[in-house]
Structure formats: structure tokens, C-alpha cells
């Protein structure tokens, strides 16, 4: 955590400005047959279409491109499950940094050799045993880097949160009005970024997060009113939902904005994967499938509702990918 | 063939104005991966995401909707594998029309069983020994419905068009200068739209089509200067790309405004849809894959070049799509 002050819709907009003509403005998609089966208006905000397969690169890039350039040749050394490993190696290229990322010895393959491929110097280690947030201070302290954590950063999400304000501002140029948004959530920083700019946006919109059950630490802490731990035995498909707890900045973020949040089972984000598939043409990761799972499994009413929910990434191996949409 | 004038630039705007809000405008993506192994700048117009999964509904709906209001109830009749059935079912019912398509037996699942839910009569015929024309054109007569033909109609190419004055339109406005379009290539009535929105917007553009090897018959044809057939034993896993020969009205088109053809093999469309589902996250069907299948197999130099291919489709079943992504 820092001292800044936490992020609001000035320091989206101001993101938004850095990352213009860097991002890809990922389209809403709707499918007819699909929303005359839920009897409401679902669109896809298709972040999995993102640069480097997630919306990560937009927190990575909104924060690295704030490092001063004499601070640069440091470097940068970020943890991650894979898709922040990948947004923080492909910003600090095209910012001419060099990465080190320690990413999970079980993380998806396609996530660690994409990441060495982005540039970064990959160090493993086992997720279950080993605390990565030590393992990359210490790297960061030795090499005078930056350490850029996954979500507790204001200016992470103040990048993350430029989803929300895309969402925002093309329903406004559509002339939707939302009733409701729905994001994927591991330690928040999407979903309290999204939440911020939507807020001020689209006030009468309620937010939503989307977790695996077990792992609904957000949903379970926005309940009791302070933040809670999963059960470190608890286990998921959605290998980049797997944060321990709500992050100290994002929480009181997502208090502030938030609605509520979901919990969706394994099964159902498989079928959300087949849906994405099939009717929406997207590769959607299982982690990057809770919103649209919560959607179409009847977490929430459609009926005669107008509902976005955010596919947050698509890095998914291709046998793990097959196996699914076949069943 | 009609006797309309030659669709052209004024043509294609005017279909654009009919198209706005009704159809998506689809992304350009990219990957700094893929970019870094070709030595150039590719960017895949990621047209799987239309509405139906195709480009096939900017025709469908750009010719009916210039149907007089007293004339939609005697409906539309169609002949199609599956993408222009599934863009002129969902165009008609948004327009109120009824719909009646002629399907082959073969095309995939998915085509048939969407065209049906998008609200058409489905009518199946034997590809290899009945006349997919003549049955069209009896239940045209019959019901006193208009015949929409899937490609060599004036206005079904001025709506595929818009395909390219999008592309003409992003590149412009993120200060790209085109080196050349790869745009696959059945009849032809998607190319040559394009070809007529770039030569008009970026002139220095150069466009090919890309076709199945064996159903090549728009590359024999541009090279012969008059219109070839397509041996009749050919066969390609390219489901959507299988017309017999180029159109009377898309023919002369495609020699005024194409620069050549590129021939891919079905390996090669493997490959290339292999590349789609993990570096671009998108679902794209065979024929949809023709044109990125010819630019990463080398079919043109990409060395220092912008060049952009169409993903036309993305209606693939899930088994062929599993085994194809996981060799």
C-alpha cells in the first residue's frame, strides 16, 4: 500500500490519455440468440482481445510510463499467475525497461512462455509453499527496481479502470443505459477501477464482482464489512481468480462502489467458455469467463435488463481449451 | 446478374449510413509476438465478431433493407453453406421478412442450427448433385419472394464493402499506410467491396484474395483474364469458400482493383487458425482463416510492411475447431 491518494474518474481519464493509440478500444459484443434466451440485453466489453491477451498491459503500461526516465535501466520486477506477468513485460519493453517476473511453477504454459517472449527474465516458484510478494521485494531491493504489484497500485488501477470508462462512454455513444456491470475479480483492481469510472459515468449502474466459489474472498468480505482470507486449501479453474484476499486499497474502493458480488462454480465457467465460443467467436480463459458464468447462469435477472460483463483475458492453453468447448 | 450499374465508393458509403447501429465495427488487432516473427506489421480485421459471426450480415441487410415495405411479407429466399444463410436469416427477421435458405446437407451443425434460430426456414439439397441455384430460384417463383443471391448481387457487395471502408477509415485514423489487404475469397462479392472502398480511400493499397488450393478459381482467373471453373473433385476443409467459379458482376471487379489471388493450403489454414485462437484470441472458422493462413505462410513478404487480412468468419463446430487447436 501506498500513501497516494486513492484513484478517482480524474486519474482514469488522465490514464486513458497515456494509454491512447497503446491499448486496443476492445469492442461490446452482443449476440441476438443469446439475449432472446436470458430475455435481456447481455453485451461482452472483449478485453481477452486486449494487447498481450488481457487487460493487464493498461495497469502495467498507465504505471511503468510514470517511472522518470533516469529511474528507468532499473527495471521493473512484478509477481503474477500470468496475465499481469505479461502486461508488465510487454509495457516495460515498449518502454524500453528491463523485467524480471516471478510467475507460479504451475501457472498455465502458454502464460510463462508468452511472458519471456514479451522480454521479461522469468523466476519460478511454488504458489503453494513460497510467498511471492517476498521473493519479488527481494529482487526489487537488489536491483533498485520498481516492484509493481498486480492490483494494490493507484496507478494500476487507475489503468485497469479505463475498462469501465470505454464500457461508459460507448454505451453513452450507443445510447444504452446499463442496469448493471459485471467484472471479474482476484485482488479487485479491475473491478474497483471499472467501478470508479462507472460510478461517475453512469451512477445508477451497480457493479458487480465475479469470483470462483471458494475464492469469493470479495463477495464474503464486502458482506462482513472487512476483509476476509479464502481457504488456502480451496481450489479453481480460474487460475488467474486465486488472490488470497481483497487488496487494502482496493477494498474500500469496491465497499464504496460496489453492489455486491458473485461466486460461480468451475462448471459454470465452462460453460461460459462454450457460450464465448460459440455465439461470441471469443477465447475466453477460464478466469476471464466468471462475469459472463454469472451472467448466463442466472446470478442475476436479465429479464428486460441491459448487463455488461467484462471477459477479462483469453491466455488459455489450447488442450485445456479443447477439452472444454468439446464437452 | 442484374442490370444495376457496377457498385462503387458513393455505393458503399451509402451502405455504411444503412448499416450504422446495426451491425459491429469490428476491431483491428495485433500482437507484438506475431509482428516480431514476420519482420512486419500485420493486423487481422476481426470480422468473426460481426453479428452471425461473419461479414455476411452487412449484405444480407444492406440489400433488404432497400426493400419496399409492401414487398418484405412475400420474404427472401437464399442459397448459402451457412454464413450468407445465417446473415440473411437474422437480416430478414430484424426486418420483419420471413426467410426461406437452402442449405447443403454438409454444411456444419452450427450454420444450420443458427440459421434456424435466427428465424429461417431451412431447405437442405446434396452439394455434389443438386442445383442450389435452380431450387432458390423455384422457391423464389413460387412464393413471389426476392432471390438473394450470396455474392453477385450489386448490393450485397456494396455491404460487404463497408468491411473495407472501416479498414480504410481505422487505418487512417491511427496513421497507418497500407502496403496491402489479403481478403478471402469465395465468389468474390467480399474482396471486390473491398477492393472498390481502398482503391477509392488508400490508393496505394494493394489487395489479393485468398482462396483454397484446387478452388483457386479467382487467382486462375485473374491470371487467364477470364473466368475459370474450379475442378468439380476439389475438395478444402474451407467450408465457406467453395463457389465454383468467380461472379459475372464480382469477375471484373476483382480485375479492375485486385493486384492477384494467394492459393492456401488446408495445412496452412490449420496453422493459421491455430495462430488466431492463441495470439489474437479469436474463434475463426476455415474459410475465415484464408487470408491470415497466406500471410503467415509467406505467400507475401511482410519485411517492413503494414499489411491487413480479413477474419471473415468464425461459425466453426467445436470438434473440428478442438482438433485443429490442439495439434
Redesign the interface.
Known amino acids: 500500500m501506498t500513501g497516494a491518494p486513492l484513484p478517482d474518474a480524474n486519474a482514469i481519464r488522465a490514464a486513458a490519455t497515456r494509454l491512447a493509440?497503446k491499448t486496443?478500444?476492445?469492442?461490446l459484443?452482443?449476440s441476438?440468440?443469446i439475449d432472446a434466451r436470458l430475455g435481456g440485453r447481455l453485451l461482452i466489453k472483449?478485453e481477452?482481445?486486449q494487447?498481450t491477451?488481457s487487460f493487464k498491459f493498461r495497469g502495467a503500461y498507465n504505471a511503468l510510463a510514470q517511472v522518470p526516465p533516469d529511474r528507468r535501466a532499473a527495471g521493473v520486477v512484478a509477481y503474477s499467475s500470468g496475465n499481469h506477468a505479461q502486461g508488465v513485460a510487454?509495457a516495460a519493453t515498449l518502454l524500453g525497461m528491463p523485467s524480471v517476473i516471478v510467475m507460479p511453477a504451475d501457472a498455465p504454459a502458454?502464460k510463462i512462455a508468452?511472458t519471456r517472449?514479451?522480454g521479461a527474465e522469468i523466476v519460478l516458484y511454488d504458489r503453494y509453499a513460497e510467498n511471492r510478494e517476498a521473493i519479488g521485494a527481494r529482487i526489487a531491493q537488489e536491483r533498485g527496481a520498481l516492484l509493481l504489484p498486480p492490483y494494490d497500485h493507484v496507478d494500476v488501477i487507475a489503468g485497469q479502470g479505463t475498462v469501465g470508462l470505454e464500457i461508459a462512454d460507448e454505451a453513452a455513444a450507443?445510447g444504452l443505459d446499463l442496469d448493471a456491470v459485471i467484472v471479474s475479480c482476484s485482488g479487485g483492481g479491475l473491478v474497483s477501477g471499472c467501478a470508479i469510472a462507472l460510478s461517475a459515468a453512469s451512477p445508477r449502474t451497480q457493479i458487480y464482482s465475479a469470483e470462483p466459489e471458494g475464492l469469493d474472498d470479495m463477495r464474503r468480505s464486502l458482506v462482513a464489512g472487512h476483509r476476509l482470507d479464502n481457504d488456502p486449501a480451496a481450489r479453481s479453474i480460474c487460475d488467474a481468480l486465486l488472490a488470497p484476499t481483497p487488496g487494502a486499497i482496493t477494498f474500500p474502493l469496491a465497499q464504496r462502489y460496489l453492489a455486491g458480488g458473485f461466486a460461480v462454480s468451475d462448471d459454470e465457467v465452462r460453460a461460459a467458455m462454450?457460450v464465448a465460443?460459440?455465439n461470441?467467436?471469443?477465447?475466453?480463459e477460464p478466469g476471464g469467463a466468471a462475469a459472463l458464468a454469472a451472467a448466463i447462469s442466472g446470478k442475476i435477472d436479465l429479464g428486460g435488463k441491459t448487463v455488461v460483463v467484462v471477459a477479462s483475458g483469453?491466455?488459455v492453453d489450447?488442450?485445456l481449451?479443447?477439452?472444454i468447448?468439446?464437452t
Request: net charge positive.
Open positions: 493509440g486496443i478500444a476492445t469492442p459484443l452482443s441476438s440468440l472483449a481477452c482481445l494487447r491477451g510487454a502458454m508468452n517472449a514479451y450507443r462454450r465460443f460459440e461470441y467467436k471469443l477465447v475466453v483469453g491466455n489450447a488442450a481449451f479443447a477439452g468447448i468439446r
